[in-house]
């Protein structure tokens, strides 16, 4: 993976194209399933990370362009000058790489299983005892839920479910050729899973689900005398984006729900088969499918949706997963202490995962018991599955307090999860609100309104992430809780906002899309350059996930010229080409990829000696600044500016897990003189540090 640049149709100059450094992060999180420092059962989950992100590309981004691909140059002018024929040509050419290396290092990972006593077996190579497991497994827990279907030319061919799993079957009579037919079983891991645990011998034995219907094709079949049957994996991908309709006597729920139910049948966009499959067999399939050649094809070993690995079971014996790290305390708050009686006196900053995500749910219950609490308002983006977060807001429904929350619906494949809450919260008689027409909430804020004795206070949470205890545990992300007033009449202005969205509200300290993050953001950079062009300290230090607009990117061009040194950490996608003499000779851009995923987002400006700081629940893209609701927050305490300026200064240090983000090297590790940093590592014993320093404990 670190390899010279290959030549290859797109000319680079200013820009790399998104969707291509895009394919470059995941080669990076394989490079995590490649790493023999990385435990093994972790580096086997890495490649389903790998794989998922692979598919979510494919149904989103891929589709995204074949559609393009149909406007000729204004398509062309939308991707960055690059033609869509070409892009595509580039990516099934990249991403079929990919995944022939994901595919060896799967099997080296298989055997590296097997050395230390753990077996992935198949249906070729079962022990006596084992037959009579799988056998017996399969008629009490598999066979209720197996759907067998055979292909009749005569009849329509079955509508192949997007991330579902099947086995294509081909059934050859032994004597009679003309009797021959083919089917389809879908594999049912919703409801058996992914691996089957078979009974220990001295060692732990797993199979496939695959492979344990394969064994009991002929129990299957078993009406069909004199057959020979065989199966082979089988897995299509279709376009996942949503048409919303303009049917103005359709509610916004009914608009999305309708087009879910039709991204069902999405036009397909790739197709992957095990490479073993008979040719009649694979094209009988692409005939019924009809797949043209716009489809991305793509051979690939006897298992697909390796995705499935990530839930891999763990095996504790091996020991073979990440060291805990336990979510900390916060050293200013304490299980005893009212959180927003601390808030009103002080800022506070979480540091998720390192501290624990329990605070905010914590808040927000406090705040639906206080009778002094009027109001809740917060947003919703995506939430874990049984989310404490909804738990909170309907206590204080029922507390008698107003609440109003603005849920996302089109939070792409959440949509369904969003439409339940929607439901559940409005059986609360809790006021929901759709957000804004043809824009994404995509800020996380939450704004609460205290009153005791007819004097109000209010109280504000700000976070780059999610309100979501599940990926709070592995994502990293700021949450800021303030009574600024500063602030919190910036919130609660921006949910007046989300309710009258026909007006254009101003702000004061924050910074907003769409109306003002490109202009104040480009307003930061000039000063930069104004300042270095006077000999003053100027710097940029942004850590984003993703930076492709190229008006920011030409900015930043603007400002290396200038000789403002600019850091970057970006963790995905980076368009920007750096260090090239005459253009951005002053620009260096990182990527760490770990444990966690890096996800918070910060931007620091010089400022002549005054820097500024803020967070942001915005990437440098083009829809971040133009069709979504996001807020930057300035930091202004000056204690918390430390912290966050410490913990990018670890991160900018790592050279363990930081890759060069460069057009003419592809993802080379970052070497720094002197002892090794693994930054999360790091970053986790600086905040354990600074809880031992104030006398706290652990959560």
């Known amino acids: 993976m670190n390899k010279k640049k290959k030549k290859d149709s797109l000319h ?30 972790e580096r086997l989950r890495f490649v389903g990370i790998f794989s998922n992100n692979l598919d979510e590309f494919f149904r989103v981004r891929y589709a995204t362009i074949k559609r393009m691909s149909l406007f000729g140059k ?16 580039t990516i099934s050419q990249i991403a079929n790489e990919q995944q022939q290396e994901a595919e060896a290092i799967y099997e080296k990972l298989i055997e590296e299983l097997e050395k230390k006593g753990v077996s992935l077996v198949n249906e070729k190579n079962l022990t006596a005892g084992q037959r009579e497991f799988v056998r017996q497994f399969f008629i009490d827990k598999v066979s209720p839920a197996v759907f067998t279907l055979i292909l009749n030319p005569k009849r329509a061919f079955p509508q192949l479910t997007d991330k579902s799993i099947y086995l294509a079957i081909k059934a050859e009579n032994l004597t009679d050729a003309t009797k021959n037919f083919y089917g389809l ?67 916004f729920i009914d608009k ?47 298992y697909h949706n390796k995705k499935d690995l990530i839930k891999f079971p763990s095996i504790e014996e091996l020991q073979a997963e990440y060291e805990p790290l336990p979510p900390l305390n916060h050293p200013d708050l304490d299980l005893n202490k009212s959180i927003m009686d601390v808030v009103s006196k002080k800022d506070i900053l979480l540091f998720l995962p390192y501290h624990s995500f329990s605070f905010v749910i914590r808040m927000l219950r406090e705040a639906a018991i206080d009778p002094d609490v009027t ?62 027409t043809g824009l994404k909430v995509h800020s996380k804020l939450v704004h609460i309104t205290k009153i005791r004795d007819d004097k109000k206070q209010e109280f504000a949470i700000v976070s780059t992430g999610n309100f979501n205890e599940s990926t709070a545990r592995i994502y990293t992300d700021y949450v800021l809780m303030t009574a ?10 921006i949910f007046e906002f989300f309710k009258t969205n026909y007006k254009v509200f101003h702000y004061q300290h924050l910074i907003v899309s769409p109306h003002y993050q490109r202009l104040k953001i480009n307003e930061l950079i000039d000063t930069e ?96 600044l133009e069709y979504r609701v ?12 430390k912290e966050i300026k410490d913990h990018l200064d670890i991160l900018w240090k790592d050279n363990c897990k930081a890759r060069i983000h460069s057009w003419e090297v592809k993802n080379a590790y970052r070497k720094l003189p002197g002892p090794k940093i693994r930054a999360q590592i790091e970053l986790y014993e600086y905040v354990k540090k600074q809880l031992k320093k104030a006398g706290g404990r652990q959560v």
Request: glycine fraction near 4%.
């Open 12 to 41: 680079i100059d200013r820009y790399i194209p998104r969707d291509v450094s895009w394919l470059y992060f995941n080669a990076r999180v394989l490079q995590e399933a490649a790493d023999p420092s990385v435990p093994l059962i």
């Open 74 to 89: 204004k398509a062309s002018r939308e991707l960055g000058g690059f033609p869509p024929d070409k892009l595509l040509h």
């Open 185 to 251: 079983i879908e594999l049912p891991t919703d409801y058996v899973g992914r691996f089957v645990e078979l009974p220990k011998y001295g060692r732990r034995y797993f199979i496939f689900l695959d492979d344990l219907i394969r064994y009991n094709l002929n129990y299957i079949f078993f009406i069909f005398k004199n057959y020979k049957f065989e199966a082979y994996t089988i897995k299509i991908t279709r376009d996942a984006e949503l048409d919303i309709e303009n049917d103005i006597s359709k509610s």
């Open 256 to 302: 999305v729900s309708q087009s879910l139910e039709n991204r069902k049948t999405g036009d397909p966009v790739r197709f992957v088969y095990d490479r073993e499959i008979p040719s009649d067999l694979l094209t009988y399939l692409m005939s019924r499918m009809q797949l043209d050649n716009y489809d991305s094809l793509a051979s690939g070993g006897r």
């Open 375 to 436: 109001t809740i308002q917060i947003t919703l983006y995506r939430l874990a599955e049984k989310s404490r977060i909804i738990s909170a807001i309907k206590n204080a429904a029922r507390n008698g307090k107003k609440v109003i929350v603005v849920i996302e619906l089109q939070a792409r494949f959440d949509e369904e999860a969003n439409i339940r809450w929607t439901e559940e919260l409005k059986n609360e008689d809790i006021e929901v609100v759709f957000g804004v």
């Open 484 to 493: 600024d007033n500063r602030i919190t009449r910036d919130i609660s202005r």
């Open 529 to 624: 350059i104004k300042n270095a062009k006077a000999g003053k300290e100027a710097y940029i230090f942004w850590k984003i996930n993703s930076l492709s607009d190229t008006g920011i990117i030409e900015k930043l061009y603007q400002a290396s010229q200038a000789g403002v040194s600019i850091k970057l950490i970006v963790r995905g996608i980076c368009s920007i080409v750096t260090s090239k003499p005459g253009l951005s000779e002053n620009i260096e851009a990182i990527s760490i990829v770990d444990r966690f995923l890096e996800h918070s987002r910060v931007f620091i400006f010089g400022n002549a000696g005054e820097p500024k700081y803020y967070i942001s629940s915005a990437d440098m893209m083009t829809r971040n």
């Open 630 to 641: 996001e807020v930057t927050c300035p930091i202004y305490d000056k204690r918390i500016q």
